[in-house]
Nanobody, 119 residues
Framework: QVQLVESGGGLVQPGGSLRLSCAAS????????MNWYRQAQGKERELVAT????????NYGDSVKGRFTISRDNAKNTVDLQMNRLNPEDTAVYYC????????????WGQGTQVTVSS
């Protein structure tokens, strides 16, 4: 049974930091690219950060470049998102996603964790 379980969300003041974590199970973690998406209320889901299976390459959305860092530990089947210099526009539900091409794109999703940036 595939599971992606996010943790680490919460309320933080502007300028603060949070670290999200996603624990994966039920699939061969190291063969999947891992992604963090977010969805703010009333907006479409957007890609925040992505990391390849081996962890050799990362990419970030323009709005988070230089502030967020994605990392993974293939021994522990976890992927983290370190978020620094948070601002109210970062308020959203953050989702962990696993993606792998098997003749089609196979996607797994976590349940999401709320991040609220407010004073």
């Amino acid at each position: 049974q595939v599971q992606l379980v996010e943790s680490g969300g919460g309320l933080v003041q502007p300028g603060g930091s949070l670290r999200l974590s996603c624990a994966a199970s039920g699939f061969t973690f190291s063969t999947y690219a891992m992604n963090w998406y977010r969805q703010a209320q009333g907006k479409e889901r957007e890609l925040v950060a992505t990391i390849t299976g081996a962890g050799g390459a990362t990419n970030y959305g323009d709005s988070v470049k230089g502030r967020f860092t994605i990392s993974r530990d293939n021994a522990k089947n976890t992927v983290d998102l370190q978020m620094n210099r948070l601002n109210p526009e970062d308020t959203a539900v953050y989702y962990c996603n696993a993606r792998h091409y098997v003749g089609y794109w196979q996607n797994y999703w976590g349940q999401g964790t709320q991040v609220t940036v407010s004073s």
